[in-house]
């Protein structure tokens, strides 16, 4: 597609539940990456994949958070026994290359709401 | 004016002043910097970008500086609008086993005073 795509764009979820959030980058674009913003901060990084491969996971916060890209191009967030500070806006981009000689572009972003 | 606290930094400014904003970082081996601007309920959108061999870049409207000595950058607007308004964010490039990883600052947001 034209631009990074999230979806849902907004999801409600109970505490303990497990939920998945879905990145569909820009065609092409082999980087992606998974942020997530608190509200008044920036994106803070999670998960960065070149390809298939999870090249550098670092930043996801513990064990309930895990994302995949089986194919190398749609990647899933995932997310198991949801806490309420887990509520944030989960921003997905995506690059043709891990270098840095590539700009990023961001998707909408998924607005998590663990109630 | 400019403040800074527990909220997010805010620089107010009047149509057709020009604005700069600031942003210190914090590694000194990044090589590549970015500004983005973020709208309510969007994610953050590129503006200019500039590479550490450089220290100052235009675009339409805004410019970017670059100083490695004390390792700050800044945005400039001219002729601000207020379609400008929104939080602006510096991003540099941290290298991740042969890859590289925006990493961001906090934001400053830009009000527009008609």
């Known amino acids: 597609g034209a631009g990074v795509s999230q979806t849902p764009s907004n999801k409600v979820t109970e505490k303990g539940k497990y939920v998945e959030l879905r990145c569909d980058p820009i065609?092409?674009?082999?980087?992606l990456y998974w942020y997530r913003q608190s509200l008044g901060q920036g994106p803070e990084f999670l998960i960065y994949?070149?390809?298939?491969?999870?090249?550098?996971d670092s930043g996801l916060p513990n064990d309930r958070f895990f994302a995949v890209r089986p194919e190398g191009s749609v990647s899933t967030l995932k997310i198991q026994r949801t806490e309420r500070g887990d509520s944030a806006v989960y921003l997905c981009?995506?690059?043709?290359?891990?270098?840095?000689?590539?700009?990023?572009?961001f998707g909408s972003g998924t607005r998590l709401t663990v109630v | 004016g400019e403040s800074v606290g527990l909220h997010l930094p805010t620089l107010s400014v009047q149509e057709g002043d020009n604005s700069i904003i600031n942003c210190a970082y914090s590694?000194?081996?990044?090589?590549?910097f970015i500004w983005y601007k973020q709208e309510s309920g969007k994610g953050p959108q590129f503006i200019i970008d500039?590479?550490?061999?450089?220290d100052k870049r235009q675009g339409q409207r805004v410019t970017v500086l670059l100083n490695k000595t004390v390792k700050h950058l800044s945005l400039q607007i001219a002729a601000t609008q207020p379609g400008d308004s929104a939080v602006y964010f510096c991003a540099e490039n941290q290298a991740s086993g042969g890859s590289y990883i925006p990493t961001f600052g906090r934001g400053t947001s830009l009000i527009v005073h008609p």
């Open positions: 590694n000194s081996a990044s090589d590549y």
């Open positions: 994949f070149q390809g298939t491969g999870a090249a550098d």
């Open positions: 065609s092409g674009h082999t980087a």
């Open positions: 981009a995506s690059s043709l290359s891990g270098g840095s000689n590539y700009g990023y572009t």
């Open positions: 500039i590479r550490s061999n450089m």
